[in-house]
């Protein structure tokens, strides 16, 4: 039982490549979130998904689009990197009070 | 203003030393409060919820005052082993985090 798991764990981008972040979660939850880490500034919520089919914004997500695949995986893309996305990601789903985070994305842009 | 606002700490502290952290939340209309803890370069993990009544989990007991939107947790007869970053975490739609304070505890 994997419970969430973030691919990739490091990645270097130029500015202005792309890419797209994975998770997935084996817990059957409803919801998944998508957080950044900063020194600093703690963990702010980038988008969330309340259920499949849904998605809505956080507090930080200008640079950031997302998929809910479907109920297992959500995705987030960076479609224009900029060095301000340099950061640490983190995927959570909640069930009920406890949240499950991945083991971070560590994201740097160049 | 932030959602959610923490002590930004640093807290150095002997073993044995008991420590106190505060939190503050925006929100009046939040539903769940907790404490997670967050080791060097690792993902956070729930240390525990925050109910009205208070609630202690061995050393580590928590408050939350939701008149005055504050929630607190003391950690009792600190060891080497607490040494992380406390997260105050708050959930209406969503769960919010705050900055995050980090202790060190030194023999």
Same mark, same amino acid.
């Given at each position: 039982?994997?419970?969430?798991?973030?691919?990739?764990?490091?990645?270097?981008?130029?500015?202005?490549?792309?890419?797209?972040?994975?998770?997935?979660?084996?817990?059957?939850?409803?919801?998944?979130?998508?957080?950044?880490?900063?020194?600093?500034?703690? #963990? @702010? $919520?980038?988008?969330?998904?309340? !259920?499949?089919?849904?998605?809505?914004?956080?507090?930080? %997500?200008? +640079?950031?689009?997302?998929?809910?695949?479907?109920?297992?995986?959500?995705? #987030? @893309? $960076?479609?224009?990197?900029?060095? !301000?996305?340099?950061?640490?990601?983190?995927?959570?789903? %909640?069930? +009920?009070?406890?949240?499950?985070?991945?083991?971070?994305?560590?994201?740097?842009?160049? | 203003?932030?959602?959610?606002?923490?002590?930004?700490?640093?807290?150095?502290?002997?073993?044995?030393?008991?420590?106190?952290?505060?939190?503050?939340?925006?929100?009046?209309?939040?539903?769940?409060?907790?404490?997670?803890?967050?080791?060097?370069?690792?993902?956070?993990?729930?240390?525990?919820?925050?109910?009205?009544?208070?609630?202690?989990?061995?050393?580590?007991?928590?408050?939350?005052?939701?008149?005055?939107?504050?929630?607190?947790?003391?950690?009792?007869?600190?060891?080497?082993?607490?040494?992380?970053?406390?997260?105050?975490?708050?959930?209406?739609?969503?769960?919010?985090?705050?900055?995050?304070?980090?202790?060190?505890?030194?023999?």
């Amino acid at each position: 039982n994997a419970g969430v798991t973030q691919t990739p764990k490091f990645q270097v981008l130029k500015t202005g490549q792309s890419m797209t972040l994975q998770c997935a979660q084996d817990m059957n939850h409803n919801s998944m979130y998508w957080y950044r880490q900063d020194p600093g500034m703690g #963990l @702010r $919520l980038i988008y969330y998904s309340a !259920s499949e089919g849904t998605t809505d914004k956080g507090e930080v %997500p200008n +640079g950031y689009n997302v998929s809910r695949l479907n109920k297992r995986e959500f995705s #987030l @893309r $960076l479609e224009s990197a900029a060095p !301000s996305q340099t950061s640490v990601y983190f995927c959570a789903t %909640p069930d +009920g009070d406890e949240a499950f985070f991945g083991q971070g994305t560590r994201l740097t842009v160049v | 203003r932030k959602e959610v606002e923490q002590d930004p700490g640093p807290f150095n502290v002997p073993e044995g030393a008991t420590v106190a952290f505060n939190c503050t939340y925006s929100n009046s209309a939040s539903q769940s409060f907790f404490w997670y803890r967050q080791d060097c370069r690792k993902e956070p993990k729930l240390l525990m919820s925050v109910y009205s009544s208070g609630n202690e989990d061995g050393r580590f007991t928590a408050q939350l005052n939701r008149a005055s939107q504050y929630i607190s947790l003391l950690i009792r007869d600190s060891k080497l082993s607490d040494s992380a970053t406390y997260l105050c975490v708050v959930n209406f739609n969503d769960m919010r985090f705050g900055a995050g304070t980090r202790l060190t505890v030194k023999p």
